[in-house]
């Protein structure tokens, strides 16, 4: 076995497999070996003896054949009623998320309420309703677990829907149910094993549960809490052993079932086997607005961005020429990103764009636009590289994604484009790279990666935001002698979206500056210094910005800029 499968199994869940196994033994043999013996009737109430371990009932059954018997019924109706609880819960906790807004409030609401209601209590209800017996127990318990994971689900998947790799799948068109299975379920499937496993216990106790009080197994069928049951006046009785042997197999398998969860949560966590080497205005129609020049790639008027009744982006007007490199700067809170969001369509929950023009070429962006009409406009770069990628694949699946997917590509050709762009961004050894998983990179070689992937479908234009953030200053310069070089020889534009003014003014042609959601001055780079800037925001940022080599002494304080004009 290898050092990689060897990490997988660790103490716990080997010997939470053992357990399991040796109740999966008996519930598979005691009801062929036992079944006779456990009925026959012999001295009532014996104490315990070689002829029978745990004595006998008052009946004169044989009390620890009859609990190994009962071992198969219990652990099928667990079984079902957690598979019940599990499977709904999942479904229902991760489709909330992949609905629309509206439905989802709705959907969390309703099972908010459910989960407020006691679990046991409504078992209790649906088993007095359906009446007592097995099946009943079953549905009863299986129905109570519902809220409660589904609940659980929904908070898992409520981080995750939101992350970029999800928001990339969205873009790319893939389904949602591809989504839940391929990017959602496998990112939650730690915590969700382990929570499966904790309902599989408390599943076990529900059901002997119901039993014990009469509402579950009925005679001549037993299970464990029906054998608990029986023996309850032997308990009052001073006689305790005759509640030893179903008391001490629940004990057994529920703790078996925790073990498992925790062991499995552990080896489905890729991290843990490595070592790795953050009131609205009411725009003109589209036919009262003049066509964009041909000159302009991208032509964006008038863009609000509301949350709420709050304005984020207030509309905003400017254009992206062919071949333009157009860098926007700002602070953080400007709308600068917002700004990139919008033309990708990856705007998140809440938040609504409304613009009287916004296209790049004849490809409308204020309405749905097809996956592959968005794969050939538009590549993101993204500003954080460590949730871009999905940590539960490997990164040859993600980086070939785009280009087999929509590009047609066969995998061999994909792979092979891929290594080409890794290649160009100086990624040392590329073909072991694809067999890595994201946490196996270091930032900047996430970020690397990220800036392949961008490269590879050729687009018409990149938007990358804070693209060399992670990177050091050398990679930095490599990056940024890149994306000039796919700018030329492509003639790709490039909107970069950046704090640092100075790689700002050596890498772009025109520059926007945003304060508080508004353009308050388009400029071009080489005029971007003290002297030439014209808005007293942009004056401040500039005396902001350090300068090795200017003259010793203090820089005035930058103030906000009270001023808002549109450039």
Known sequence: MSPHNRSRWNPGLILGLALLALIVAIAALAPLLFTTPANALGPRLAPPSPEHWLGTDAAGHDVLLRSLVATRLTLLLTAGATAIAVITGIILGTGVWLVRPWAREIFLRVIDAMVAFPGLLLALVVAAVLGAGGSSALIAIGLSGIPYFARLTANLAAKISQQEYVSTARLLGVSHSRIATRHMLPNMAEPLLVLAASTFAATLTAISALSFVGLGVQSPAYDWGKLLNEALPSLLANRPYQMAGPAALIVVTGLAAVLIGDGLAGAANPRAHHTPSKTRPHPTTPDQTPPPSDEHLADIRDLWIHSGDTPLVKGITFTIRHGEILGIVGESGSGKTLTAMALAQLLPDGLTPTATRMSIS??????????????????????????????????GTQLTEVLRTHKRLGTRAATQRVLDALRTVHMSRPEHRLKQHPHELSGGMRQRAMIATALTVQPRLIIADEPTTALDVTVQAEILRELKRVNNEYNASIMFISHDIGVVRALCDRVIVMYHGEIVEQIAARDLTVESAQHPYTRALLHATPDIDGPAGEKPTPQPAQEHTHG
């Open 362 to 395: 004849d490809l409308d962006l204020r309405r749905p636009a097809p996956p592959t009409a968005m794969t050939d406009a538009i590549s993101l770069i993204y500003q954080d590289p460590g949730s871009t990628f999905n940590p539960a694949l490997r990164m």
